[in-house]
């Protein structure tokens, strides 16, 4: 069964308004999650990596002031999109680490689909 | 050099046939490795992981990894049509972050 849960799976937002996206980690606790946007046919690209009780840590051109994350658990991440825009539409995708013996391994949320109209 | 590369394909096979998917990878200190499968318009599934040198047969599935070569790859048996996919290699190199390779398209013939 699925070790991390999205929701929702799709939304399709106004321009100008904001959108959250969660991201939770189930029968497990992850310190560190992460959010990944993916345009069609392309290359997953990650965003940020989302840190329990701390600041994300964005990736190189990705503004931090229009996508807020925050990691206020150890099992639920939220993305919101602030003042969405046409542009934002995507496939928005988080992962969570999931501590092991051999070490870390990294499960994908379902990912929701983000239309801005 | 890309810290993980993987040919970006499409890879063709008919269905029955094995497929083979490579990835190369830059950093010795990978500990641990990983394929995912990611059908169009999903998220990726993880099908695999392998942290030894040599082989890992799971099904249909069989992760080789060499780590003086410095590559990991997938064999899919009988292939399907219903195996048609991308597939990513990942790697941790011990620390928080999983680097992943941009992904081989394969396409199973019927």
């Known amino acids: 069964g699925a070790v991390v849960s999205q929701h929702p799976s799709w939304v399709i937002c106004k321009s100008g308004t904001s959108v959250k996206i969660e991201c939770r980690s189930l029968d497990f606790q992850a310190t560190t999650m992460f959010w990944y946007r993916q345009f069609p046919k392309q290359s997953l690209m990650l965003m940020a990596t989302?840190?329990?009780?701390?600041?994300?840590?964005?990736e190189q051109g990705v503004e931090k002031d229009k996508f807020l994350i925050n990691h206020a658990s150890l099992t639920l991440s939220t993305l919101t999109v602030t003042s969405a825009h046409p542009e934002d539409s995507s496939f928005y995708i988080c992962?969570?680490?999931?501590?092991?013996?051999?070490?870390?391994?990294?499960?994908f949320g379902e990912g929701s689909w983000l239309t801005v109209v | 050099q890309k810290e993980v590369e993987q040919n970006s394909g499409p890879l063709s096979v008919p269905e029955g046939a094995i497929a083979s998917l490579n990835c190369t990878y830059s950093d010795r200190g990978s500990q641990s490795f990983f394929w995912y499968r990611q059908y169009s318009g999903k998220s990726p599934e993880l099908i695999m992981s392998?942290?030894?040198?040599g082989d890992k047969e799971d099904g249909r599935f069989t992760a080789q990894l060499n780590k003086a070569s410095q590559y990991v790859s997938l064999l899919i048996r009988d292939s399907q049509p219903s195996d048609s996919a991308t597939y990513l290699c990942a790697l941790n190199t011990g620390g928080f972050k999983t680097i992943f390779g941009a992904g081989t398209r394969l396409f199973v013939k019927a």
């Open positions: 989302s840190n329990e009780g701390s600041k994300a840590t964005y």
């Open positions: 992962s969570a680490d999931m501590p092991g013996g051999s070490g870390n391994t990294i499960y």
């Open positions: 392998i942290y030894s040198n």
